[in-house]
């Protein structure tokens, strides 16, 4: 599955700009107040609001098809959509109180990840049907195509980086994995890794060093170093079942990951050096897609096994149940905007 909602997707109290010495001011970072997520039942679509205590719906709008990921736009004002039946991506506007469809795309399949440029004005976005990959121009009234490239394989998960030059893109089919360069008006491949098994999900660290990804097959998550030239192995770390999608934190010392099997989500730890285990959480069923708030205290999970949503609190030493809400649908995808 895609790399729901990985929140390389928005990082709006980051500077862009790969290699820059980010600092956190933690007065300065908005809270947590919305989160997005795509399900697999009608309507597809819904958009939760965190007061700080509970969850509630927001709105919802009804897709054509199983919402496979979604990705806001930096200013919140738009919401990227990959699912399934024609169009397969569609754009929604978000104006604080309701939702309604900026555009849509038609793309040659199911869209399956989504993610907004640091700027806003591009959308990449995996799906089914060659060439598997199109990056989007959004002129803040119309979509067009910007680029494709063909993958080995259908784009399940992709993030831009901080700077907005690369999209890494987690595949089916060997390599599993693809660096994209953009230069503003072509696409090309900066470099590829071949993981164990398909990718499923990727993210971008806060500087741009390193690209999280899970996949299928055994470690089932990779960290690669990216220096800007090639990529190679940071570490790696065993979880119990395929990585999915997967998220840094605002620091870049913890990475959230959803997978497959029990527990079904992983936090893990990295000190620069290696990965370890920073806690786990026991979903209902497999979890598909994760988010980190920008204050880095909450974790949105999308999963299989009702209640299909549910955020945790992390508090720097253990994780916790915040609220979790009652979906139509086995949650796919997920993003979250202050």
Do not use: E
């Not at 870049?252 to 079904?264: E, R, T």
């Amino acid at each position: 599955m895609p790399n729901r909602g990985s929140l390389a997707n928005w990082m709006p109290f980051l500077p862009a700009g790969r290699g820059n010495q980010f600092r956190l001011f933690k007065a300065a970072v908005k809270p947590l107040k919305w989160v997005a997520i795509g399900h697999d039942n009608s309507p597809y679509f819904t958009l939760l609001s965190w007061d700080g205590s509970n969850l509630s719906k927001a709105d919802d709008y009804t897709l054509p098809g199983a919402g496979m990921d979604c990705a806001f736009s930096p200013d919140g004002q738009y919401i990227a959509v990959a699912h399934g039946n024609i169009p397969h991506f569609t754009l929604l506007s978000w104006d604080g109180s309701n939702l309604s469809k900026a555009d849509d795309y038609t793309l040659p399949g199911d869209g399956q990840g989504c993610a907004f440029s640091p700027d806003g004005q591009y959308i990449a976005v995996g799906h089914f049907g060659s060439p598997y990959f199109t990056l989007l121009k959004w002129d803040g009234s119309s979509l067009s195509k910007a680029d494709d490239y063909t993958l080995p394989g259908f784009g399940d998960a992709c993030a831009f980086s901080p700077d907005g030059q690369y999209i890494a893109v987690a595949h089916d089919n060997s390599p599993f994995f693809t660096l994209l360069k953009w230069d503003g008006s072509n696409l090309s491949k900066a470099d590829d890794y071949t993981l164990a098994g398909d990718g499923h999900g990727c993210a971008f660290s806060p500087d741009g060093q390193y690209i999280a990804v899970g996949y299928g097959g055994t470690p089932r998550f990779t960290l690669l170093k990216w220096d800007g030239s090639s990529l190679s192995k940071a570490d790696d770390y065993t979880l119990a079942g395929s990585g999915r999608g997967c998220a840094f934190s605002p620091d870049g010392q913890y990475i959230a990951v959803a997978h497959d099997n029990s527990p079904f989500f992983t936090l893990l730890k990295w000190d620069g050096s290696s990965l370890s285990k920073a806690d786990d959480y026991t979903l209902a069923l497999n979890g598909r897609d994760c988010a980190f708030s920008p204050d880095g205290q909450y974790i949105a999970v999308a999963h299989q096994g009702s209640p299909y949503f549910t955020l945790l609190k992390w508090d720097g030493s253990s994780l916790s149940k915040a609220d979790d809400y009652t979906l139509p649908g086995a949650g796919q995808g997920c993003a979250r905007h202050s």
